[in-house]
């Protein structure tokens, strides 16, 4: 019996041993923040397949090490929890990434309208005998665009390209041609989204629906979707992100969700993507409950670590600089005029939320205008007060102009504000054609500091590829001067948000963890959580600005494995 248990006792000790040979294990060393109030910061970092084991002491951790163990020593480097970011769009990065990018024309400050049709001619002359030309990026410049200037260079094949917000297009004759947009189109969509000459004929510049309806109809196949969200998957990894709300499957590609999916099962997707679907708010009711029961069998079905549908996403309005974002009082440029109203009604929003909140999911708004927002809020309370669900975690993101007395309801009906510390610059175009549009409006736009006093979990967002960029330290440089270095002292907006560091790094980390449903896995460095860092050269928290603007990010890891640098 004794020689039985003892036997017994080897074999356990056997398996056990074997187990332990093929655990993976990782010991990170350096400066250490850790985003864990308990323990801000540490030296080192245990990691054993995939989970945090141990931060602590270097001393400490090297204990627990074998012949086996990967080390790495940052030395006086900062290694951070992943980075996580509440509103991206990987299907439309997946999308521009293999089109003509007009970005680097958008930030010259000498740039023309005329410099975008060079671009386009050159990437033309680059990509000769496309059925179709796609480019994105642009903005106005001197003057609004005009069909007639891309039919100079492309008079035979479609040619549409997006604005760098999304929100607009400049398209050629062809294109209007072939997608139907006509007088028909001027009535159906109105004139502040088909623009229109003297003669009221469409000038091939067109804002919100006819262009999300275009892009539809010239989406990406599948594999096409595929292979950019790779690229965006590297790119996101590139910034030290590690975790991404995706703010509108439904754009871009019809088949996102199984592009993704496809990705997981083929086991190349490792980008931990909390993805919301855009429903079109302005159908009929009958029409609007069947497209949130499709969004529930997405939630049901996509449901895997690395994808999962999480909600519905919600346009409340356009933007500001199209004349289309909806304020509470009139354009300062047209008496009469408040902007365009997607989804005009507060019973509506409380019917969405309500569906979302009581299956499990949340609610993503695109809110502009003080009217959006306040729409949103009425909504949501309403919400609150139908199904008791307090917990939805809501999200507002953009929030450019917003009342003070609706501050304290984000936080009393623990709303999300998603807000994009890279838009909060004067830059110069931008400021002035805010101001023209909105007046004094245009002063206190972009609050960030009023939402963290008033008691929320700020979250950052890029919008990329609505931004050109995702850079961590640029947006704690922005969010915490209001200003770049190149726009200087003359930049500074709205200087009374300005946050402190910690507060710009927990709107990348631990409150987007909250957001996400994932705070008690993700978020931040602490025993017990998966193992996504970012190292940086810069210690975000103490360094000077200038140094923080350039920091270079060295390394990002998902689950305790290198995706990026070394
Ligand atoms: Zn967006």
Partial sequence: MKKIFLSLLVLATVILASCSKNTETLLLLGNVITMDPATPTAEAVFV??????????????RKMCDDKTVVKDYGTACIYPGFMEAHTHGILAADRFQQADLTETTYRDDAVMDDYVAAMKQYMDEHPGLPLYKGAGWTIK????????????????????????????????????????????????????????????????????????????????????????????????????????????????????????????????????????????????????????HVLEMHNKHNSEYFKVTGTKVFMDGVIEAHTGWMDEEYSDEPGYFGLKRCPESSRVA??????????????????????????????????????????????????????????????????????????????IEYDITRSYIGERAETQYPIKSFYDAGCKVNFHSDFPVSSSMSVPQSIYMATTRTNPSLGAKGIHNPAECITRQQALEAITTNVAYHCHEENRQGSITVGKIANFAVFDTDFLKANLDQVWDAKIKATYIDGKLAYGK
């Avoid at 609706?406 to 110069?428: C, E, H, S, T």
């Fill in 142 to 293: 001197d003057k609004e665009p005009t069909a007639a200037m891309l039919d100079a260079i492309c008079p035979d094949v479609p040619m549409l390209l997006n604005t760098e917000d999304g929100h607009s297009m400049w398209v050629n004759t062809a294109a209007m041609k072939k997608y139907g947009i006509d007088a028909e189109a001027v009535k159906k969509y109105g004139k502040d989204c088909v623009r229109v000459d003297a003669n009221g004929n469409p000038t091939g510049y067109l804002s919100e629906n006819p262009c999300i309806e275009l892009i539809a109809k010239i989406s990406m196949t599948k594999d096409e979707c595929k292979k950019g969200l790779l690229l965006w998957q590297d790119k996101a990894f590139s910034y030290g992100f590690t975790a991404v709300a995706e703010a509108g499957l439904g754009l871009a590609c019809p088949e996102a969700a199984e592009a993704y999916q496809e990705l997981c099962d083929e086991g190349l997707w490792k980008l931990r993507t909390y993805a919301v679907v855009v429903v079109d708010e302005s159908v009929p009711d009958a029409k609007l409950d069947s497209a949130l029961n």
């Fill in 48 to 61: 054993e397949d995939g989970i945090i084991k141990y931060v602590g002491t270097a001393d400490e951790a």
């Fill in 351 to 428: 019917k969405i939320v309500g569906f979302n909140n009581k299956n499990g999911m949340n609610v993503h708004f695109h809110s502009i205008g003080d009217a959006a927002t306040r729409t949103v809020v009425e909504g949501i309370a309403q919400a609150v007060a139908e199904t008791g669900v307090k917990d939805g975690r809501n999200a507002v993101a953009h929030l450019q102009v917003v009342k003070p007395e609706l501050l304290r309801k984000f936080a009393d009906y623990n709303i999300i504000p998603v807000v994009a510390p890279l838009w909060v610059g004067k830059f110069p």
